[in-house]
Nanobody
């Protein structure tokens, strides 16, 4: 059984910072891309940032220069450092990872439960 557990959301004033963490656990053989998505009320879920196992990163234009994704492969953990937060960053943030479980030749996409980030103006 594979699961992703997120932490680090909360309420912050505009201009503030938060750091999200997401740890993958269970019967894991390997992990490819890990990333963060967000979904604001009434909007579709969108990619915020992602990092491949080799370190290549991809960011949404709206967060470039403010958010930084990183990962600790030894701990199967991905982080999202969010600086310069804006009210429009308010959303539920979801961790996503492409994981190959033990005894499986396939990659599966897993999601965390989501963590609320609220930025007040």
């Amino acid at each position: 059984q594979v699961q992703l557990v997120e932490s680090g959301g909360g309420l912050v004033q505009a201009g503030g910072s938060l750091r999200l963490s997401c740890a993958a656990s269970g019967s894991i053989s390997s992990i490819n891309t890990m990333g963060w998505y967000r979904q604001a009320p009434g909007k579709q879920r969108e990619l915020v940032a992602a990092m491949a196992s080799g370190g290549t990163t991809n960011y949404a234009d709206s967060v470039k220069g403010r958010f930084t994704i990183s990962r600790d492969n030894a701990k199967n953990t991905v982080y999202l450092q969010m600086n310069g937060l804006k009210p429009e960053d308010t959303a539920v943030y979801y961790c996503n990872a492409d994981i190959r479980p033990w005894n499986s030749g396939y990659l599966y996409g897993y999601w965390g439960q989501g963590t609320q980030v609220t930025v007040s103006s």
